[in-house]
């Protein structure tokens, strides 16, 4: 039969997404492309005690239909560790579970805008959360990564100039996939931008807890009084993804529209992927196990950082400032096309990156950069991916 | 800070289902207005042996980002278990494993329907997925039921009249909240006339397992040569709802938008619970279990029958025909106010049934049924519930 897909699945590019996962099945192929944590760092034993526990003690919360705002009892436990932890959240706030951070960015998109309304979001920026905004027909708008964040400049005029802003998107914390953390000073500049704008901040940070370098600052969300930001946690990069545990942290009226589309979603998270976050998070020493995320992630960054220094820098690849998160971002010399680089590199010489075209606004944007992930790989298939890499880059020359 | 919602967050009718959860959770209150199985048809014992297996021998794969599309094991191995049970599914069909049957509507609107397009659906039926369509804007159009389903003449004339009609959603099993089973000419009609109007059926069939009286009728995907149904499947109602598996069986190109969008929404569904349910249909006696759920259901649903008959029969109200699932659907006599009833059942005698308005697609329907839930409560509960009933209806005579 034929049929007519509505308007907003043209409005995707999923095409980058989706190559990024399959680049990283082919066999042979060295997956520096994936964005995943490394399976070393999951918590396996402790997880699979909680587990045994969870069916001893409470199967029928597990396995019966929950609340969809989330499993009671972490429901009622995260903002006050957020608080305590981070500083974010306060009285007008509430929190609502998510099956992982990325249906905030769903949630948040469905209950803010209107096809044609505008997102602002760092150009790059996470492909599945732009997709998120493209999937409700949003007019996103790319404003340029610098450095030390966002373009605070650019940020300015946008607001000012485009039609209907709803919502401005940040990863402020080792940005996917630029690697970048915003300043104090750009993270109170774009709060303020937004509160005068009446735009609403959506802060995704995801990765937040993996710093090896620097002080960590604190989230855009400890300066709201006035329920502008959005807070995104997740426990994907600091207990384990296949679990599917986020959460929305945001002014009441806003968490509880946000309760509503979730409910007509998937009706509440899995019950006991919450139930093994809390009591993970309770029970066990999560400070730990954070701190030993820390050192393994370290080390593999350090690591990459010396593989890149050693195989690409010599031919004028740069690499972007990155004090935590998963990914280093390279970009090209300008003499160097980027994505026939990416293409040959994972066709030819069987090592898979992801060309910055996947993250930016505009598929057809310039862009030299690529993205590549340290957390995954081992240090032996880290090392000869670096080396495939620099073979790759010699045929450019 | 003030802020614009969505045009869309005005559409969704969420009172209704919100009260269903509140009313059920006040202490003292009897809930016959959930839709949750019986606790005591979890696989308990056999889950938490498949869980302790999962972390033994494949914890990476519970832990780790998963395909969009699925646990492959169980991706495998539904489309050949679904053709041989229930003669449903061909070549050009593929599956998406899903966050419960609920985010198999979300995604079948997200993929076909465009603000102002037209849904049909059988009225009354089941609000989360009615609000799952209100939540893309559509016009959704509500199609009367008849004791043997949907009204296919009046049908008929909405596929003639209506604007851009995208869809067609039906339970045709034991239609929540109705009860009603729609017959195996109405299932062929309604087949035959979707494709002659290029409309997509989406077929959700939650209940198709739960037959406590009758002969097992064909779904109406059995028919379907060109790809124009959906079958939305679930383990809510035959393992257990909190885990969140459900999937959808759909022609390969709209499969994988199904898969592109829930990309967008939550990346997988938790693995842990898709691998429960891997391991409990291959590993264990899925046969003999739905066996126990069907004898444990059929005594229930008698009981609950036996009760109507007792404390509310003899006042004038009526039961339509149920052959399965979890719900009796009684309709009050005309004399009656039936909010009012329901509201001065769950406010002065502690009993919560809810109201038939929140299953139409005009809220202010002046319908006179509502749905009571028998697979939940307890059988004192059940026979305290239809007393309270009872009482509270004398005080309308």
């Known amino acids: 039969m034929e049929r007519t897909f509505s308007r907003l699945m043209n409005k995707l590019e999923t095409k980058g997404a989706a190559d990024i996962l399959k680049y990283a099945s082919v066999p042979g192929v060295i997956p520096l492309s994936a964005g995943s944590p490394s399976q070393e760092a999951f918590p396996t034993k402790e997880l699979a005690e909680i587990a045994a526990a969870v069916f001893r003690e409470e199967a029928v919360t597990a396995l019966q239909y929950n609340p969809t705002e989330g499993y009671p009892p972490l429901r009622a436990f995260l903002p ?11 009285q007008g706030d509430a929190l609502v579970l998510t099956s992982g951070a990325q249906q905030v960015m769903h949630l948040a998109a469905a209950c803010l805008v209107d096809e044609g309304d505008t997102v602002l979001c760092e150009d790059p920026s996470f492909v599945g959360s732009i997709n998120a905004f493209r999937a409700t027909g949003a007019n996103v708008v790319g404003i340029p990564m610098e450095d030390d964040g ?6 300015e005029q946008a607001l000012e100039t485009q039609p209907r802003v709803r919502l401005l998107y940040t990863i402020p914390n080792f940005q996917n996939p630029t690697g970048i953390t915003m300043s104090l000073e750009k993270r109170r500049k774009v709060y303020e931008l937004a509160r005068r704008h009446g735009v609403t ?10 710093r090896y370098e620097g002080e960590d600052l604190p989230a855009i969300k400890t300066f709201d009084t006035e329920g502008v930001v959005i807070y995104a946690g997740s426990f994907s990069k600091v207990i384990a993804p296949g679990l599917r545990v986020g ?36 029970q066990y020493d999560f400070e730990a196990h954070l701190g030993e995320l820390r050192r393994l992630y370290a080390q593999r960054c350090a690591f990459a950082k010396k593989c890149f220094a050693k195989h690409l820098a010599p031919y004028g690849v740069t690499c972007a400032p990155a004090q935590g998160g998963l990914f280093l971002w390279l970009t090209l010399p300008h003499s160097i096309p980027m994505k026939d680089f990416c293409t040959a590199a994972v066709r030819d010489h069987q090592v898979a990156v992801v060309p910055g075209t996947t993250f930016t606004v ?10 590549v992930n340290f957390s995954a790989p081992s240090y032996e298939a880290l090392e000869e991916g670096f080396v495939r890499l620099e073979a790759c880059l010699r045929t450019f020359f």
């Open 247 to 282: 959460y929305a942290l945001a002014d009441k009226a806003l968490a509880e529209m946000m309760g509503q589309i979730k409910l007509c979603d998937d009706v509440h998270t899995a019950a006991l992927s919450q139930m093994l976050c809390y009591r993970y998070l309770t």
């Open 362 to 371: 505009d598929p057809d944007s310039p862009i030299q950069g690529f993205r």
């Open 80 to 90: 006050g560790w957020l608080k305590e932890k981070y500083g974010v959240g306060g």
């Open 201 to 210: 901040v959506l802060e995704d940070n995801p990765y937040g807890d993996l």
């Open 150 to 155: 966002i373009d605070t400049d650019a940020l």
